[in-house]
């Protein structure tokens, strides 16, 4: 099993629409979870960083980690065309790099 | 400049070529890393040097040569590599604080690696 799955998609929803994407682990030791989202040709960049169980919310992103599922998702409301990216989930153990997930790409549709 | 920069931005090369990658960071951090993205597949990590000492190496094969000569820039020499080589190659930085610590990386744009 890998320790980090992910959707690849692609996913296409139209703007306005409420994004959900999601990560699921394998180990229940992980605590440190990341979002980070690529532009094509560019770096990935940080969105959102969390550290246990619960809801975190950045504007119109909201980060959830479900430990007890070993889940974690990121929900994007009102989406843009500008989010379209591939958003790729990261998850640590404590004091270890972390461990990328393959991405999913989401096209927002105007 | 600001952020993690990289160049260049793209390269071509044969298989009996020597290259090298740069990567500069202009964050203040400790700790730099250099990362494979192949499509569809996860970021691979290849090295993480850590005040300018390499920690870790997962097992990358010897024609990738890093090279830390001080905690803002970071190297990867590259010779005779093969076409599967080719590849997204990511440089990141973070702020080691010690043993124990995950701290958030900042990645520069990459460079896209084609090798004939």
């Known amino acids: 099993q890998k320790e980090v799955e992910q959707d690849p998609g692609p996913l296409s929803v139209p703007e306005g629409a409420i994004v959900s994407l999601n990560c699921t682990y394998s180990?229940?030791?992980?605590?440190?979870f990341m979002w980070y989202r690529q532009y094509s040709r560019k770096g990935p960049e940080l969105l959102m960083y969390?550290?246990?169980?619960g809801n975190k919310e950045d504007g119109r992103f909201t980060a959830q980690v479900d430990k007890s599922s070993k889940y974690i998702s990121l929900f994007i409301r009102d989406s843009q065309p500008s989010d379209s990216a591939t958003y790729l989930c990261?998850?640590?153990?404590?004091?270890?790099?972390?461990?990328f997930g393959p991405g999913t790409r989401l096209s927002v549709l105007p | 400049e600001t952020g993690v920069t990289q160049t260049p931005r793209h390269l071509v090369m044969g298989m009996t070529n020597k290259k090298s990658l740069k990567c500069e960071q202009h964050?203040?951090?400790?700790?730099m890393y250099w990362y494979k993205q192949s499509a569809k597949k996860p970021l691979e990590l290849m090295f993480v040097?850590?005040?300018?000492?390499?920690?870790e190496n997962n097992s990358v094969p010897s024609r990738f040569s890093p090279e830390c000569p001080n905690s803002s820039h970071l190297f990867l020499h590259l010779h005779t590599l093969q076409p599967e080589d080719s590849a997204l190659y990511l440089c990141?930085?973070?702020?080691?604080?010690?043993?124990?610590?995950?701290?958030?990386?900042?990645f520069g744009p990459g460079t896209r690696l084609t090798v004939l």
């Open positions: 990141a930085s973070s702020q080691d604080r010690g043993r124990g610590s995950t701290d958030t990386q900042y």
């Open positions: 180990n229940s030791a992980f605590q440190y």
């Open positions: 969390t550290y246990s169980s």
């Open positions: 990261a998850i640590a153990l404590y004091g270890q790099n972390f461990v």
């Open positions: 964050l203040g951090h400790n700790a």
């Open positions: 040097y850590s005040l300018e000492e390499r920690v």
